[in-house]
């Protein structure tokens, strides 16, 4: 089954401890991305990457990081998580975007409560 | 650079009555734009997209929407709503790069 998957699905952590959600897709899928979703505001997005050794900053980078080291996979790393970052977390994928309309596959979402 | 107005956070309808989900674009050149909808507990999935072409796009589940460049609007409809339609729906426009910009989403409600 094509899917993205995204661990865990829901975290609880504290200040300053940092943590990494896995995001991989089985789709061979060159691009990937994070976004957070927060009430009232949407999906804004935080990182995402064209293809292996790429990636690039969205709309909301600063605390995160991310590497693409395989094509399937784009973890996303939070060196030291403050509670701002308490969000619902999706990973999506999709073909090379520049072939211009293509869909986005999202993942299930990662809950994460920063205290 | 483009944007996404949705309007109305909130929409609340009658089982049986006509969902109107409004989106207002804009982009400096010709946009793709899409719907997604988002079922509690669950990641975004595709409802429909314009790319190039006809102008009226059916998706799934008996949505519809129709690209109205002049209005710079892709309003999404279905003429008869189900209590499985509740949830929330995200416009989305992109200029065929590697930026894609959602909305902020509208939350649809249906009334037994």
């Known amino acids: 089954e094509a899917q993205v998957t995204q661990n865990p699905r829901y975290l609880i952590t504290v200040t300053g401890k940092k943590l990494t959600v896995t995001c991989s897709q089985n789709m061979n899928h060159e691009y990937m991305s994070w976004y957070r979703q927060d009430p009232g505001l949407g999906l804004r997005q935080i990182y995402y990457?064209?293809?292996?050794?790429?990636?690039d900053k969205g709309d909301v980078p600063e605390g995160y990081k991310v590497s693409r080291k395989e094509k399937r996979n784009f973890p996303l790393i939070l060196e030291s998580p403050s509670p701002n970052q308490t969000s619902l977390y999706f990973c999506?994928?999709?073909?090379?975007?520049?072939?211009?309309?293509?869909?986005?596959?999202f993942g299930p979402g990662t809950r994460l409560l920063v205290l | 650079a483009q944007s996404v107005t949705q309007l109305g956070s909130h929409v609340s309808v009658s089982e049986g009555a006509l969902v109107l989900l409004r989106c207002n674009y804009s982009s400096s050149v010709p946009p793709y734009l899409f719907w997604y909808v988002q079922y509690p507990n669950q990641g975004l999935q595709l409802l429909l997209k314009?790319?190039?072409?006809?102008?009226l796009v059916k998706g799934i589940n008996g949505f519809e929407a129709e690209f109205k460049k002049s209005e710079t609007s892709f309003h999404l409809t279905k003429p008869s709503a189900h209590m499985s339609d509740a949830a929330e729906y995200f416009c989305?426009?992109?200029?065929?790069?590697?930026?894609?910009?959602f909305g902020k989403g509208t939350r649809l409600h249906i009334l037994p």
């Open positions: 990457s064209m293809n292996v050794e790429v990636t």
């Open positions: 989305a426009v992109s200029e065929g790069d590697d930026k894609i910009i």
């Open positions: 314009y790319t190039t072409g006809a102008t």
């Open positions: 999506a994928s999709s073909l090379y975007p520049r072939q211009g309309g293509e869909t986005q596959y």
